[in-house]
């Protein structure tokens, strides 16, 4: 180490691994930079409060800061979350997107609430790995083993609740997925510093955009243009199960406890989320589907710089690797493919409970056996044994429905379309691990100069 680095002043990394530089992390904190929220979380030993590297509050000696990969890590020891900044509502550290190895995929099933549900042992099976195993190698990576990071997601959830609607708190506290009023009461007291009564502040009268809806402010790492994913959506809807009308996109969601609705729209800084949920308990699964079909947690910076400015910067995502593969087959082989699914939905799909204007089913259930907290390669496995299944399909709902960045799916459109950008051709090697956005990209750019897609955009790009 240089002298100068030498003499100057770091924060300490404890524990777990912070992927940012020490002199990136000290730049971010220094001028506030959202970009890196989500990616590391600071502490400051003297108020025992940890924050986003983009809070206002005004800084800290290095000497007291601790910087931690994850939220949870800074709880365990000691920390309480900023009531000014809210660190614990932070984008989701981007990191996860592009990890397959054992942390990746447990961090993205605790997010989907597979803890609450199945335990820790359900974890550690679906992983395949001993629960040992997984807590050892979550404390190493995130600073946390599972019961904590579920835990701090159980905070969040009851925050959210809190803040946005008018629950009773008893109904809160289930609804995040504690076991008793009592152990509620002391977790939110310890992580938030404040009582839950105390932390609800004053709820807008009833629970805010409609009977029986949540209304969230959905975090994302700028720079986003919300409008592209949601477009994208909107332009594939299918009649029953889904709604655009220009600015808010609306689906209907199966759920692990029921079904619900999504509406989603800009709000100018973050994304507007409305859910309409049977059973509450589904609120922290609803919202990662959420963050995943507009793909908020990408590292967008990190795309632009390793990927051509025709590249695209989302790959919009889906709530349902067996509806997707449906309409993938049925788009690639049909000009009707959206009439011909809006029949499927009438005729067989689920009716809703409390129908959100235009969407009143949720898809039929399909793909027996195609779980979407599988990992990708065994999804991929998955997917190329089933009929009528080739490349193609199986690389379209690997991008989206199982969140893999780095797909290239090498058919006719996406060739002609490198031989035109790339003059000549190139080797998509080079943009590892970002493959998924530069497919995504050539698809536009030749659906742009010569291609209408024949089936409607429901199974293509």
Not at 189 to 211: D, I, K, M, N, S
Not at 282 to 308: G, N, S
Not at 356 to 374: I, N, Q, W
Not at 378 to 401: I, Q
Request: charged share 25%; glycine share 10%.
């Amino acid at each position: 180490m240089s002298d100068a680095r030498q003499s100057r002043a770091t924060p300490a990394c404890h524990p777990g691994t912070v992927t940012v530089p020490e002199e990136v992390a000290q730049a971010a904190m220094e001028s506030r930079d959202p970009r890196f929220d989500g990616w590391f979380y600071v502490a400051v030993t003297t108020t025992g409060i940890y924050c986003r590297p983009s809070c206002p509050a005004v800084m800290p000696k290095p000497a007291n800061m601790r910087l931690y990969p994850s939220a949870a890590a800074a709880q365990v020891n000691g920390f309480r979350a900023c009531r000014r900044c809210r660190p614990e509502v932070s984008p989701g550290s981007p990191e996860w997107n592009t990890r397959a190895d054992i942390v990746g995929r447990a961090m993205r099933l605790i997010a989907d609430g597979v803890v609450d549900r199945e335990g820790v042992t359900g974890l550690a099976a679906r992983l395949g790995y001993s629960v040992r195993q997984v807590h050892r190698q979550l404390v190493a990576e995130v600073g946390a083993g599972p019961q904590a990071l579920a835990r701090a997601q159980r905070v969040q959830t009851a925050r959210l609740l809190l803040e946005n609607t008018s629950l009773p708190v008893a109904d809160v506290a289930f609804a995040a997925g504690f076991a008793s009023i009592r152990q509620f009461n002391e977790t939110v007291r310890q992580l938030c510093g404040v009582t839950p009564t105390r932390l609800r502040g004053e709820p807008a009268g009833g629970p805010g955009g409609g009977p029986g809806a949540v209304v969230l402010r959905l975090a994302y790492r700028p720079p986003l243009d919300v409008a592209g994913p949601l477009s994208y959506l909107g332009a594939r809807a299918v009649e029953g199960i889904e709604d655009y009308d220009g600015v808010t996109y609306r689906r209907s969601l199966s759920l692990p406890h029921g079904t619900g609705v999504a509406a989603l729209r800009d709000g100018g800084g973050h994304v507007a989320c409305e859910l309409h949920l049977d059973d509450l308990r589904d609120l922290p699964a609803a919202v990662q589907r959420c963050r995943r079909m507009l793909d908020l947690d990408a590292d967008r910076e990190a795309i632009a710089q390793a990927l051509p400015p025709w590249a695209a910067t989302s790959v919009p995502g889906h709530p349902d690797p067996g509806e997707l593969v449906v309409r993938a087959v049925l788009g690639r082989r049909r000009r009707d493919a959206r009439r011909r699914l809006a029949a499927l939905v009438r005729e067989r799909g689920k009716p809703l409970t409390a129908p959100v204007g235009r969407v009143t089913h949720v898809f039929p259930p399909s793909c027996p056996g195609l779980d979407r907290e599988a990992g990708r390669q065994e999804a991929r496995e998955r997917l190329l044994a089933m009929p009528g299944v080739g490349a193609w399909t199986a690389g379209y709902v690997l991008m989206r429905a199982y969140g893999d960045p780095d797909v290239f799916v090498a058919d006719l459109r996406a060739r002609r379309a490198l031989h035109r950008v790339c003059r000549g051709g190139g080797d998509p090697e080079r943009w590892r691990p970002w493959r998924s956005y530069a497919t995504f990209g050539l698809w536009a750019q030749e659906r742009n100069a010569t291609y209408e897609p024949s089936g409607t955009g429901t199974g293509q790009d």
